[in-house]
């Protein structure tokens, strides 16, 4: 039987015990047992992807089938609920999210929606040559793109296919393109990344970007060692050898994941998200959506809701809203990562939502 239970609908049983649903809010922000206010939400609008990084999904991956992805009617529905809940952060993700036909007409749709403060993106870059104009036409303020190395013959390796310079002419044109933010996230591991860690900060400080290094964590198709893992301090310590003491800064958004740094000469900042040896559960603020529909509390949760049924048009928005209250409310302390309990969850990244 799988890990994974998936709430489907008619609610008849609630998977929380009932002296915990007694105390659950009815009203106000989404906060879970922890006390936790959940404002962000990641939503995932295709499982598909142009690439087949190693850290992410297998080589001989099945997507879904098209028609079983959310239709922008339910994406827009969820976030317009999502609003009255107190979520006013989003960012779309995939898969890779550009694969996603008239993405550009999801993005103007969700930027009209009153209450919505922030909108993202998170991509590999390889459709950034067609579509960052249109995306920033579209009203999208923020980019995070994907970029693990600049070298062709290492981003292949990882990736298992070409397209470093596809990425990379995104990115220039990207800029062009007046986005407010665009950062690169970059994932390390041990004995392979180390010779690319200066050259992408080298690059982001050259270009202006922020970049952030992420830890490598359980949640692709390969097996995970964790001596594969570059941690951030291990990393944070390469960079100060080429680029002198590194400053913590405080960030903006205190849920933000990762933790910021400023370079010895003011040119520029770097950041660390370290899921694995500096988990930020604690501080964690958000839900994911997957392309099907499911809903999830946590990128590790081995539990998922069904909420497809209640983004249609004649559903009970009351019935929804409750959904998402009870699935904040049965939030994990923490993903255990770091604990011989740990259960990886049954889908991998891509099918997750990035």
Not at 42 to 56: A, G, K, M, P, Q
Not at 129 to 148: F, I, Y
Not at 207 to 218: A, C, K, S, V
Request: charged share 25%; glycine share 6%; aromatic share 6%.
């Amino acid at each position: 039987m799988s890990s994974r239970s998936i709430h489907t609908l008619p609610l008849i049983t609630d998977p929380l015990p009932a002296n915990r649903l007694l105390t659950m809010p009815m009203s106000g922000p989404l906060v879970d047992t922890f006390g936790r206010v959940h404002d962000h939400i990641r939503i995932s609008v295709t499982d598909r992807c142009n690439l087949r990084c190693t850290y992410c999904m297998p080589e001989d991956v099945t997507f879904q089938p098209t028609e079983t992805l959310l239709r922008f009617d339910e994406i827009e529905r969820m976030v317009r609920i999502g609003i009255d809940l107190g979520i006013t952060q989003v960012r779309l993700t995939g898969g890779e999210p550009l694969l996603r036909k008239n993405l550009p007409e999801l993005v103007a749709r969700l930027m009209r929606i009153p209450g919505l403060a922030d909108l993202a993106l998170t991509t590999n870059g390889m459709l950034l040559p067609e579509l960052a104009r249109p995306l920033a036409d579209a009203g999208l303020p923020r980019l995070n793109v994907s970029l693990d190395t600049l070298d062709p013959v290492r981003f292949r390796k990882l990736a298992r296919r070409d397209g470093l310079e596809r990425v990379l002419e995104g990115l220039t044109i990207a800029q062009s393109c007046g986005f407010r933010s665009i950062k690169l996230n970059a994932v390390a591991i041990r004995n392979f990344s180390e010779p690319d860690l200066p050259a992408l900060a080298t690059y982001a400080r050259k270009q202006g970007f922020e970049l952030r290094f992420i830890e490598y964590m359980p949640i692709g198709a390969e097996p995970w060692d964790r001596a594969q893992m570059l941690s951030a301090q291990a990393i944070q310590s390469i960079l100060e050898s080429e680029f002198g003491r590194l400053t913590p800064i405080p960030d903006a958004d205190p849920h933000a994941p990762a933790q910021e740094f400023a370079y010895a000469d003011g040119q520029g900042r770097v950041g660390f998200i370290a899921s694995v040896t500096q988990p930020f559960c604690r501080r964690c603020d958000r839900i994911r959506l997957t392309a099907d529909g499911k809903l999830r509390n946590c990128l590790f949760a081995l539990e998922e809701t069904d909420i497809r049924p209640w983004l249609q048009p004649d559903s009970d928005p009351a019935q929804l809203q409750l959904l998402i209250r009870q699935s904040v409310w049965a939030k994990w302390e923490g993903h255990e990562i770091n604990s011989a309990r740990f259960v990886r969850p049954d889908r991998t990244m891509h099918a997750i939502g990035g």
